[in-house]
């Protein structure tokens, strides 16, 4: 029991020390972040009545299936909000300068599941009976990581809207839809946002703490999963998605760890660790490197497979 009171006055002082650093992101963000209205990103035009019992036609909106999931998963993420809000304020708590972010960032996700919802509904781009019996399974399950500290969720959440950012951006680069793609694109740049909020909170958080930083992001690092546990059949669409190249180990390596991690947070030359702390670093540069040749593999597998597939399509003999 004396071990979790250190612990939590610990934490405690890291908080009150990292707040001073709120204010001025959140004044940031607010002088940087554009309005936008949900409504005028879907062609209304386009939609028509749902018949009582009509069963869903993936032909009316004709999609591959790693783009068609991406979707799927992309909106139930932002369904599950009211989690994500309730886990932020247990990590951060319920208090001036944090809530004025977490009530601002909530209002933003939010607008999020609007907006592409009603794309969605009104293009059919997807069965809107299974999304919502998925919404309904996602909400009631309440699954979300939960940090174990403040430390924890300041470097999850930094990672977390960068992959969400790369996530939504790369699924509408791939809908042959330009209504679409810009309703993607105005929702990757609201997540990029609020990555750079929280990359540069992480930043602060590092400076005032080095060798817990380290501890926190090798713990985080390593353990790093986007938030899809509880939608339902997410391992298939998982799966559908890293085909099509919107978010596999290759892009989750290149465009989030090695922005973060390396480039903004320059662990390798990062001063002032402790023993603990520099075990964290050598865990974390090991597990980096890993991570890259993994990556390669990845990438010469898959141009390996797309120039096979662009041979079969200038010669039928070969398929």
Known sequence: MGRVSRRTRADADFLRELAAAVPPLVERHLATQR?????????????????????????????????????????????????????ITHVFGATEPWTEWSFRWTAEEHRHSIA????????????PVALERARMAQVSGGQVPRPDSPLDGVCYVAMQELATRVAHRNTGTRLDDPVGQRLMKRVA??????????????????????????????????????????ITDFNRHSRAIAREGIYDLAVHHDHVLVPTVERTWEIESLEGLD?????????????????????????????????????????????
């Open 275 to 319: 023993a603990e702390g520099e075990q964290a670093r050598r865990r974390l540069l090991d597990h980096m490197a890993r991570l890259a040749r993994l990556s390669e593999r990845l990438r010469e597998r898959r141009s390996s497979r797309s120039t096979r597939v662009a041979d079969q399509h200038q010669d039928p003999a070969r398929a």
């Open 116 to 127: 592409i919802r009603d794309y969605l509904t009104v293009t059919r781009a997807v069965d």
């Open 189 to 230: 740049m609201d997540e990029n946002l609020h990555y750079l909020f929280y990359r540069d909170l992480a930043t602060r958080a590092r400076d005032i703490d080095p060798s817990r930083f380290m501890v926190s992001l090798d713990r985080q690092v390593r353990g790093f999963a986007m938030p899809g546990t509880g």
């Open 35 to 87: 309005d936008w209205l949900p409504h005028e990103f879907v062609p209304w035009s386009r939609g028509r009545d749902f018949e009582p019992d009509e069963e869903w036609d993936p032909g009316e909106f004709p999609l591959p299936e790693g783009v068609r999931s991406a979707l799927f998963v992309n909106l139930l993420t932002e369904d599950n909000l009211p989690h994500y809000f309730a886990t």
